[in-house]
């Protein structure tokens, strides 16, 4: 997907379902035709079709306009492939493309009015991620602090949901980061990096996050030498994300102070 452009990315994925749904039209009529024949074979063809196009569907969105982030990278191309429209109303998508092409503002938007509406503690949890994750962004410890306390009192009131708010470890992270314990930053992400899922599907977006945590904690322990390495591999990891321009503003940083 690298070299085509949001346009025809989004084509691709919009001519690619379209024959995937012509496709289960046509089946499902066959099958229909066939219940005068053999219902039981025509039932359960009905049947396959429909249980196989969502999971087709999902697919064919993977690996075409989502795979320009979550494999590529290209957070300026796929903030154009969700400003097309072809999300929908999907704020996931929105989030997405807001934090790492560095809107702020947006995801601060779109995470207030989920957090308004919204009473799933799992969900209250991934919208104060999102937060923090503007705020550690941003260098606003003050924000991040009150975002920090929220995710534990949530959590504490929640408890039967354990597993699943411990999937949340950047939080250690940031308490780490509040606390000034850089040393034990740049451990946990050794370790998370060594330990990374290829399996999952923001594989790719995790490296770049823990990467980002653990040479910006290298830079408040002033290893220069070490940190300017590891915001120079960002920088070549992830040229078109926000990510990349804050390593940039980093590596200014490091040489003024040289």
């Not at 196989?52 to 569907?57: E, F, H, M, N, V």
């Not at 451990?187 to 490296?207: P, V, W």
């Not at 040479?215 to 990510?243: G, N, S």
Request: proline share 1%; hydrophobic share 40%; aromatic share 12%.
């Amino acid at each position: 997907m690298k070299n085509k452009t949001a346009k025809q990315i989004v084509n691709n994925y919009k001519y690619a379902s379209a024959g995937v749904i012509l496709l289960n039209i046509i089946g499902i009529i066959v099958g229909l035709f066939l219940l005068k024949f053999n219902a039981l074979i025509g039932i359960a063809l009905i049947v396959v079709l429909l249980m196989t196009a969502k999971s087709t569907l999902k697919a064919i969105r993977e690996r075409t306009v989502e795979s320009v982030l979550y494999e590529d990278l290209d957070a300026e191309k796929f903030n154009e492939i969700v400003s097309s429209g072809v999300f929908g109303k999907s704020t996931h998508h929105k989030l997405l493309a807001a934090m790492y092409s560095g809107d702020h503002d947006t995801v601060l938007s779109l995470t207030e009015q989920e957090m308004k509406k919204e009473i799933n503690p799992v969900k209250l949890c991934n919208s104060l991620y999102k937060r923090g994750y503007v705020y550690f962004e941003r260098e606003d410890m003050d924000s991040l602090k009150e975002v920090v306390r929220e995710f534990y009192k949530l959590k504490k009131q929640h408890a039967k949901y354990g597993v699943i708010f411990e999937n949340y470890s950047v939080f250690e992270k940031y308490d780490a980061f509040l606390d000034g314990d850089y040393q034990f930053i740049v451990e946990i992400c050794d370790y998370d990096l060594k330990n990374d899922s290829k399996k999952s599907q923001n594989h790719k977006l995790t490296i770049l996050n823990v990467s980002y945590y653990r040479a910006v904690a290298l830079y408040k322990l002033e290893q220069y030498d070490e940190a300017r390495d590891a915001f120079h591999r960002i920088i070549e990891y992830a040229p078109k994300t926000y990510k990349a321009k804050l390593s940039q503003d980093y590596l200014s940083k490091i040489e003024a102070n040289s």
